[in-house]
């Protein structure tokens, strides 16, 4: 069993920046790669981010990259998701998850096995 629990959402302007933590307990963190998601409404779940244990191997989608930066710090079982020059666009309900499979990048959802709750991101124009 894994407990993801996302913080640093808020309200932010156009521009901005925020830095999304997930916070994991139970199941050894570097046993496991761990993704960001989003999800706005009225729209699919997406792929953000994703980072293997080790965090040597990592990927992004198109449309923020260049502008976030996933990151990990296993003796803290924390993972981290830098977000800059925030755009409305980037507005939605963000989640973390981890994948048992510790050297894979997931880009769909599917292959992850926990979820956080989520933490949500509004930017404003």
């Known amino acids: 069993q894994v407990q993801l629990v996302e913080s640093g959402g808020g309200l932010v302007q156009a521009g901005g920046s925020l830095r999304l933590s997930c916070a994991a307990s139970g199941r050894i963190f570097s046993s496991y790669s761990m993704g960001w998601f989003r999800q706005a409404p009225g729209k699919e779940r997406e792929f953000v981010a994703a980072?293997?244990?080790?965090?040597?191997?990592?990927y992004y989608a198109d449309s923020v990259k260049g502008r976030f930066t996933i990151s990990r710090d296993n003796a803290k079982n924390t993972g981290y998701l830098q977000m800059n020059s925030l755009k409305p666009e980037d507005t939605a309900v963000y989640y973390c998850?981890?994948?048992?499979?510790?050297?894979?990048?997931?880009?769909?959802?599917?292959?992850?096995?926990?979820w956080g709750q989520g933490t949500q991101v509004t930017v404003s124009s």
């Open positions: 998850a981890a994948d048992f499979r510790p050297s894979r990048i997931a880009t769909t959802d599917t292959p992850y096995d926990y």
């Open positions: 980072i293997s244990w080790s965090g040597v191997n990592i």
